[in-house]
């Protein structure tokens, strides 16, 4: 840029600066930002030549923009990736370092902090959030309690007020969309308000329990959105302003319905139709940005917000697709969501602004979500408050494909479902846990791939030489073992990964955020299904509960059914503590304690796979081998009665009569 062009250019470029804030220029970008929920590296045609699911738009985008093939997800779950894509900041140093925000939680970002639509707001931006949101609300209640709900009765919410500190809280102009597709309420939110009543309750067999809007219909949601979608697209390109829409996709997460014109289409499935109906939605975007005219100033970015679904509530997760339609959603990658191998966040990322980032090429950049905040203040050529966006590197080098001296992430941390954390630094990466599985990886793979097992408290890999994550290599790299952990441990303690000054993590407090924690307490009438449910398989535990029987019969918990599972009932004046392993039910029991008297119950299944029963902390009976739980119920647990399918001899649901409380489940990791 020597020459006579440079000084006119100079000078061009100091007016962009100084004059850009009142001018709509190509400098400030329309920004379209598209999170797939639960999308795998290798549901993308362009990331998997083996793919039985057509893409075309997406392979579209690919061939129009730039390519990322090492992007990550801060977390491999919904509600952290959420919190550090708005923030900047990683989300295991929120209050929320385990798990995802379950029904009713509360709002997960604090008011306070700067969000990048708050940002964008503050640079003349129009800001908008359509879509799965799953970063908590205030929700009203009649009676002043915590928000609940369960299988016989509708809610304690007051759906016609406001519902507090949502999206239009945190820096969005405008909100439409469902909290969660999969948690109640079954309903569609405008700004602060539920769109009519969720007076009637879905039936429970189908996710979790709760009020519903009469005739909903989950097959409407994912077109709904992409229609206001296309609706805010429009309307924002005739105005001066630019806009940001952060449009967080409800599929091809559960639950999996793709509309009748995409039924039948793929060659994978229900889920591989609804991944073809996730890549129609980002077309039906891409058309209505170029109908308006915006497409040109506009960067559009496509990606997910972790890996694909194990759970048989996709039917059939990642694992079993592979066996039935020889589709690997993970492309080539080893682990699913929640894990903290690269399946479980290495996700697609593809980028477009015509122009400025060059059609049709690939990057390796080793790029996160949590950099968005970062790239967008470097685009506007402004310094963030050094509080904001502690996690957030300026990715536009990548983008436009800038020459760079070395990557624009030191390291990068990964976040698993347990809150377990990784850490990523050129071709290494150490997994700070014994191992990045956490669900539950299965045999068949392991012996397809000749993984062995290994006794080391962490993992660490070469991506560059083992991409599968096959071999083990912390024994033989103590030195880059222990470096790359002191360096997760100092950006664990300064409270950002970024320069700046020291900034301090929240306090966990997953009781404030969540109203049914794992461990309980709970109380009769409670119900923990899916993802909420406690693990129970292969490991000792004990269950507990305080009760008040005023009759003979009933159950006070229960987990699982007639194959897998546990429950704690009286029957006929006993107090019996059963187990199911593979369908064989094995009991202890004891006198049941006295109609009208409170007292504390307690089954026990100890490491020595014996079930023994307490009531108020003295043995009952005499142990008896059980076994573990083989595996993980798909029955919820359930507090005061036993749904679906019993454990015991009984016929469900068996209700209690009188108070159970304070019940807990409380177990140790196998
Ligand atoms: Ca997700
Ligand atoms: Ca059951």
Not at 189 to 196: A, C, F, P
Not at 296 to 308: C, E, H, K, Q, Y
Not at 511 to 531: C, F, I, Q, V, Y
Not at 632 to 654: A, I, K, M, Q
Request: proline share 10%; charged share 20%.
């Amino acid at each position: 840029m020597n020459g006579p062009l440079r000084r006119p250019r100079t000078l061009l470029s100091a007016c962009f600066v100084l004059a850009c804030g009142t001018l709509p220029g190509a400098d400030r970008p329309n920004i379209v930002y598209i999170l797939a929920d639960d999308l795998g590296y290798g549901d993308v045609a362009s990331y998997n030549a083996g793919s039985k699911i057509p893409t075309p738009e997406l392979d579209k985008l690919a061939k129009q923009g730039r390519r990322f093939t090492d992007a990550h997800s801060p977390s491999s779950v919904c509600t952290p990736t959420r919190y550090a894509l708005l923030t900047g900041r990683y989300a295991w140093r929120s209050p929320q370092k385990t798990g995802v925000l379950s029904p009713w939680g509360r709002p997960l970002i604090d008011k306070d902090r700067l969000t990048i639509a708050t940002f964008l707001k503050q640079n003349g931006y129009r800001t908008a959030a359509i879509g799965k949101w799953h970063l908590g609300w205030t929700w009203p209640t009649h009676d002043g309690q915590a928000p609940a709900s369960g299988q016989d009765r509708l809610s304690n919410v007051d759906f016609t007020k406001p519902v507090a500190d949502g999206p239009v809280t945190r820096g969005f102009d405008y909100y439409f969309g469902v909290d969660v597709p999969n948690y109640p309420p079954y309903v569609y939110i405008e700004n602060d308000r539920v769109q009519g009543i969720p007076s009637v309750t879905n039936r429970p067999e189908y996710n979790r329990p709760g009020p519903m809007l009469p005739g909903w219909d989950w097959g409407d949601v994912l077109p709904e959105i992409t229609r206001r979608a296309e609706h805010y697209i429009e309307d924002s390109a005739k105005r001066p302003d630019p806009f940001f829409l952060y449009l967080p996709l409800t599929s091809p997460h559960y639950p999996v319905v793709p509309t009748a014109e995409f039924k039948g289409k793929s060659g994978a499935g229900d889920y591989g139709d609804f991944v073809m109906q996730t890549d129609w939605t980002v077309g039906r975007i891409l058309d209505a940005l170029d109908r308006s005219g915006a497409a040109a100033n506009t960067l559009v970015i496509f990606t997910s917000d972790n890996g694909p679904e194990v759970s048989g509530e996709v039917r059939p997760g990642v694992y079993d697709r592979i066996r039935q339609y020889g589709h690997s959603s993970a492309g080539p990658l080893r682990g699913a969501k929640r894990d903290l191998w690269e399946g479980g966040h290495r996700v697609p990322f593809l980028t477009r602004w015509p122009g400025k980032i060059p059609a049709g090429t690939v990057s390796t950049e080793t790029i996160s979500h949590v950099d968005l905040f970062a790239t967008v203040a470097a685009l506007l050529e402004k310094t963030l408050p050094p509080a904001a966006a502690p996690d957030s590197f300026n990715i536009l080098p990548a983008l436009r494909d800038e020459p760079t001296t070395g990557p624009l992430r030191p390291a990068t941390v990964h976040h698993g479902i347990n809150g377990s954390l990784a850490i990523r630094r050129g071709d290494w990466v150490l997994i700070d846990a014994p191992s990045g599985d956490l669900n539950r990886e299965p045999e068949w793979r392991k012996e397809e791939w000749k993984i062995s097992s290994h006794q080391q408290p962490a993992e660490l890999f070469n991506l560059k030489e083992d991409p599968q994550q096959r071999s083990n290599r912390y024994a033989d790299q103590p030195a880059l073992a222990a470096e790359l952990k002191a360096l997760l441990d100092q950006y664990r303690d300064r409270g950002r990964s970024t320069p700046g000054p020291d900034l301090q993590n929240d306090p966990a407090s997953p009781s404030a955020l969540s109203n049914t924690s794992r461990e309980g307490p709970w109380k009769s009438g409670d119900l923990l299904a899916g993802n909420d449910a406690p693990k129970i398989a292969r490991r000792p535990l004990t269950i507990s509960a305080t009760i008040k029987p005023t009759a003979a019969d009933g159950v006070v918990l229960a987990q699982g059914g007639a194959r897998h599972g546990l429950a704690i009932y009286l029957k006929q004046g006993r107090l019996i503590f059963a187990t199911r392993v593979d369908a064989t039910l094995k009991t202890v029991s004891a006198p049941a304690p006295p109609l009208g008297i409170e007292s504390r119950v307690e089954g026990v299944l100890s490491s020595n796979g014996k079930i023994s029963l307490l009531v108020d902390g003295k043995e009952a009976a005499a142990p008896v081998f059980s076994g573990f739980i083989s595996d993980e119920p798909g029955d919820p647990l359930s507090v005061g009665r036993d749904t679906n399918s019993p454990v015991g001899e009984y016929e469900s649901p068996f209700p209690f009569q009188g108070s159970v409380e304070n019940a807990t489940l409380r177990s140790t990791a196998p």
